[in-house]
């Protein structure tokens, strides 16, 4: 079997239930590809069991971990021995497991979940513990051991493992709603979404484009961006929207240097409208203070100002070196490092404004009449 300790859902109150069936349902979505089926996923006293029917093979105890590592909402899981609660069972199959275990030091951890057992937590210890200490000549160690073997007493069976495989912490994704992250080909947008999925808010993906213009490769690389957060929960709807025309419009009727403000302001309108018809409360981007120069907390202003879901910026104070960290930790950076003409890097102005004023802003959108634009191109969006 396989035991999962969850994190702070254990915390949600009336709630519980919505966060531990959400948890339940990814952790089977996640463990139907490699398990055939043939396991069940259930809730037993705060913790949740998986009950495989066979035995684990090696290459299933890596590629189920590989899986689990990825889901939110876990804090930690451990491949366990299942048996009896029965003191003599439980020490017998101790004895025998660390056999051909190496080590120096030890010690024994029980938690007792249900206070029907006869024995305390520390009795156990001690007792189980000085039987290793006699039959194999091993150390104790409370403080730092080579070995800490687990016992949980949970009902009328006790639960023997002794690696905790960490997990990825946060919220299941699926609690918190759903968003539209703003995604390019680029280092930031898919950390901004990976933060998202892990406060357990399911995201869906818009990109624009500027085909013809700009080649297929943003477009190749979203794709790519998105089957690696897959992997973390999120969805794979990807939405496609031709940007080039209003590019075209903006170029010929604005000021130059307001290019990129005036760019990310129709972007994010028409976020806004898919993010309604989608039903996502907020819109992601991979924004963060004093990146690049459309970055400034006045051109943030400047963009925001056009809608009225919230905006999340999760990297919004990262450092760029942070962030490239965890891309590749994530795994999205070989993606995001391949070249890329990015719709709005081919059409940038040499001397960007970096500190737009709404007034301005506002004026030079006069001469495109972008709602209507935004509201003509809805039906492009694939
Ligand atoms: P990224 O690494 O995510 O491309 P960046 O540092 O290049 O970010 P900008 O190009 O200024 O920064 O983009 C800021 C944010 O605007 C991006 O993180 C993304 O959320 C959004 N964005 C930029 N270009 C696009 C695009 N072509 N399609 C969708 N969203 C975009
Ligand atoms: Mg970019």
């Not at 933060?195 to 808010?201: D, V």
């Not at 907390?297 to 963009?303: F, S, Y």
């Not at 809608?307 to 450092?319: E, G, M, Q, T």
């Not at 391949?338 to 506002?362: Q, W």
Request: aromatic share 10%; net charge positive.
């Amino acid at each position: 079997m396989i035991i999962i300790h969850y994190s702070e859902i254990g915390l949600k109150g009336g709630n519980r239930d919505f966060f531990e069936n959400q948890l339940v349902q990814n952790i089977k979505v996640a463990l139907k590809g490699v398990l055939d089926g043939d396991f069940t996923c259930r809730r037993i006293f705060g913790r949740f069991l998986v009950d495989y029917k066979k035995e684990f093979s090696v290459d299933e105890i890596n590629m189920v971990s590989d899986k689990l590592e990825k889901i939110f909402g876990i804090a930690n899981f451990s491949f366990v021995c299942v048996i009896e609660a029965n003191f003599d069972l439980i020490e017998k199959e101790i004895l025998k497991s660390l056999k051909n275990r190496e080590f120096n030091t030890f010690r024994i951890s029980t938690r007792r979940s249900d206070k029907s057992f006869p024995m305390d937590s520390p009795e156990m210890n001690t007792k189980i513990g000085a039987s290793v200490v006699d039959l194999y000549g091993k150390k104790v160690s409370l403080k730092n051991p080579e070995l800490n073997c687990h016992i949980e007493l949970v009902g009328k069976q006790a639960y023997v493992y002794y690696d905790k495989i960490k997990g990825m912490g946060g919220m299941p994704v699926g609690t918190s709603g759903k968003a539209m992250v703003l995604i390019s080909g680029g280092f930031d947008s898919p950390v901004a979404s990976w933060f998202a999925l892990k406060r357990g808010i399911q995201v869906e993906f818009l990109h624009f484009h500027s085909m013809p213009y700009t080649s297929q490769a943003s477009v190749d690389k979203v794709k790519a961006l998105v089957k690696v957060l897959e992997k973390f929960g999120s969805s794979s709807k990807i939405y496609l929207f031709p940007f080039a025309d209003i590019q075209k419009e903006i170029i010929m009727k604005c000021p130059e240097k307001l290019r990129v403000v005036l760019y990310r302001r129709a972007m994010m309108r028409i976020a806004e409208s898919l993010a309604f018809k989608k039903n996502c409360k907020a819109l992601v981007t991979g924004e963060a203070v004093g990146q690049v120069a459309s970055q400034t907390l006045e051109n943030m202003r400047a963009i925001g100002s056009v809608v009225n879901l919230p905006i999340i910026r999760p990297l919004v104070c990262f450092d760029k070196e942070d962030i490239i960290e965890k891309a590749r930790f994530i795994g999205t950076y070989d993606i995001s490092a391949k070249p890329h003409d990015d719709c709005c890097t081919r059409f940038i102005p040499k001397h960007p404004e970096t500190k737009a004023k709404l007034s301005e802003v506002e004026l030079a959108e006069k001469s495109i009449d972008i709602d209507e634009m935004v509201a003509g191109t809805m039906k492009d969006i694939m």
